[in-house]
C-alpha cells in the first residue's frame, strides 16, 4: 500500500518538530530515513500511525486519506490498519510471547485457526518456537 | 465540529467535573454558609455573630496554637525517626532487609485511635506501665497527656509516612553522582551531606508538608490523650463544639474556614513542589543500587529497626490484647476472653461488624474503579481541564474527617431527597470515598505511571480500540498494583473513624465508632477486646485478597501452560 505525506508540519507548542514534509513511500519498498536525533523522524511515524495529531497536512493510505488538517479528518490509530514497531518494543509484559503475536490479530476478528496458522509461521520464521509459551514479564 | 468533538469539549467535561464538585465543593461551601448562618428553623438571614463569638473565647487562639504547635512538633520528630529507618533499608547493606523493610511498613496497617489508646495505658496514669516500671522516678508522675506527649505519638505514628517516601527517595539518588563525589574528593559523611541529602531536598519538602498537613486534622490521637485534660485541638474542637450540646454549628463552621485556607495553601506548596519535576515519586528505571558496607555497625543499625518497631507497632499491641482480656481496668492476674463473649452478646457490636464489613469492601471497591477512572483521564487523556481535576483530586486530603463529616452532615440534611442517603451506609461510603480520593488517585496513578505508553500505543496500532486496550492490556497490567490499591483503601475505610463520627446512627454504626463510643464510656478493657476485633477482621481481609490474588495468577499460568500442552499433545498426535 503506498503511503503519500503532504505538506505535514508539527509543532510542539512553538518548537516545529516536522516542518513541512512531503513524501511518497512506494508499495513493496523499504525506505530508511536516516537524521540526527531529534530530526523528527519518530515524530513522523507516530503522525503516521496517528499516535501524534500533526498540526497541519495531509497523510494518504492507498486511495484513503487517514489525516487532512484542512478537511478535518483524523481516523484514529486503531482504525488505520498499520503495524508499528516501536523503539522500546511496546511488547505486552503480561501475555505470552504466542499471545503477543495473536493479539492484533484477534483484534481484527481472524478465525483461531488463522491466528494460529499465522503465528506459528511468525514463531518458525524467527526459531521461537520452543519460546512461545514463555511470559515476558519474567 | 464533529460529534465527538462536541461530546469532548461539553459532555465528558460536565461528566467528571459535576460530581467532583459535588463531593468536594460542595461540602466545603455549604459549612463555610453554615458559619454565617443565623436563625431559628426556617428562619434565615447572615450574621458574622459565630464569628465574632469564636474570636471573643478564651480557647481560640490556644487551639490554634495547640494545633499547629502539635503538628511541627510532630512533624519533625517523624523525619527524625523515620529518615534513618529509609537510609538504612535504602542504601545499607543490613542483614534480612526484608524482614526489616516490613517491619519499618508495620505501623502504618495500626489504627490511630488503638494504637494511642494503648499508649494511654502505657504513658499516663499512675498506674501505667512506665510509672508502675519506673517505681516513682518522675515525679510526680510520667504522662502522655499532654502537648510533648500527643506530638510525641503523632510523631511515632507518621514515621512509616517519613519512612515509605524517603525510602523511595533515596532509592532514585543515582549512585554515580556520589561515586563522582567521592572521585572529586569528598568523604562519605560530606557525600552524604552535600551530594545525597539536597538531591532529595524536594522529596524531604513534599512529605513535610504532607505530614503537616495531615496532622493538622489527625483526631483519634488528639482526642484520647488530649481531650480529658480539656487539651483541644482544631479537630477535636469542631467535633466538640458539634456533638456536646449545645450544638453550635456556626462557630465549628467557622472554624473550618479559618484553617482550610492554611490547608490549601499547603497542598498548593505540594503540587508546585511535584510539578517542578525534578524528584519523581516512582523511578520506572531501576537504578543500579550500591548498598553501603557499614561492617560491625551492622548488628547496631539492626538493632535500631527492631528497636523502633517494638516501640512503635509491638508494644502497643501486646498491650492492647493483655489489657482485652482483663475483666477490669488493671486486673492483671487473672486473664480470660471474658470481654470478647461480653462483646458478642453485645447487638450493636454485630451491626457494627457488618456495617464496617460491607463499606469497607463496596467502599474501596468504588474508590478503586473511580481513581482507576480519574488517573487514566490526568494521565493519559489529558483534557484541556485535568490540571483543575487534578487540583479537586488533592483537596481531600487536607480537609480534617471531622470537618468533612460536618460539612457532608450539614450539606446533606439541606439538600432535597437527602433521606434516601442520611442515615444510610452510603452515607458512610461517600464519606470515606471523599476522604481518601487523594490517596486512592495517588496510589493507583503511580502504578499507571509505571506502564510505559508504548504498551497502550502498539495496541492502537495493532487495531484495538480505547477500551479494548483498557480491558486487556492496561486492567491485567495493573492488577497487582490495584490489588494494593484497593488492600490500602479497604484498611483506610475500615478503620476510619472521624469522618464518619458526626455521620453514623445506630443503624450505621462502624466498628471504629463503636470503639470510640466504648471509649467514651471509658471501659477500657472492652476497648481493648473490640479494637482487637478490629485489627483481626482487617488482617484476615488483607491476607485473603492477597491469597486470592496469587491463586488467580497461579491458576492463569496454570490454564495457558494446560492449554498449550494439549494443544501441543493433538498436534503430535495428528503428526
Known sequence: ?138 | MTPAKIFRLSVAPFVVLVPLLFLIGLPLAMIALASIRGGEGNVHHFTLQAWSDLFKTRWIWETAFNTFGVAFVATVIAFIVGTPLAWLIARVNVPHRNLLNFLCLSPLFLSPLLSSVAWDMIGSRPTGIINFLTGGLFQPEFRLRNFWGISLIMGFYFSSYVFLYLWGAFRNVDPAIEEAAAIAGLGPFSTFLRITVPTILPAIAFVGLLIFVLALGLFSIPAVLGWPEGFFVLSTRIFFLLSIPPVNWGMAGAMAVLFLPVILFGIYLQRRLVRKGDFTLVSGKSARNIRIEIGRWRWPATAFIWFYWFIVAGLPTIVMAVISMTAYAGAYAKLSFLQYHKLLEYELFHKAVQNSLITSILGATLAVVISLGLSYLIQRLRPRWSPFVEYLVSVPLGIPGVVLGAALLWTWLALPLSSLVYGSLAMIIIACITQFLTTGVRSVSAVLVQIGRDVEESAWVSGATRMTTIRRILVPMLLPGLQSGWILMFILFFRELSAVLLLWSSRTITLPVLTFEIWREGSYPRLAAAGMVETILIGSVVLLVLLLGSLWQVFNRFRSRHGLQQRAFQESVSD
Open chain 1, 1 to 138: 500500500m503506498r503511503c503519500k505525506v503532504s505538506n505535514l508540519s508539527k509543532f510542539f507548542k512553538k518548537s516545529p518538530a516536522l516542518n513541512d514534509v512531503s513524501a511518497t513511500f512506494e508499495e513493496g519498498r523499504i525506505t530508511v530515513i536516516l537524521g540526527p536525533s531529534g530530526s523528527g523522524k519518530t515524530t513522523l511515524l507516530r503522525c503516521i500511525a496517528g499516535l501524534e495529531t500533526a498540526t497541519s497536512g495531509d497523510i494518504e493510505l492507498g486511495d484513503r486519506t487517514i489525516f487532512s488538517s484542512g478537511r478535518e479528518i483524523n481516523v484514529p490509530p486503531h482504525r488505520r490498519d498499520l503495524g508499528m514497531m516501536f523503539q522500546s518494543y511496546g511488547l505486552w509484559p503480561h501475555m505470552s510471547v504466542q499471545k503477543n503475536i495473536e493479539f492484533p490479530l484477534q483484534i481484527k476478528n481472524l478465525s483461531a485457526g488463522e491466528t494460529r496458522k499465522k503465528s506459528q509461521w511468525a514463531l518458525e520464521m524467527v526459531g521461537l518456537v520452543g519460546m512461545m509459551i514463555a511470559c515476558l514479564e519474567n
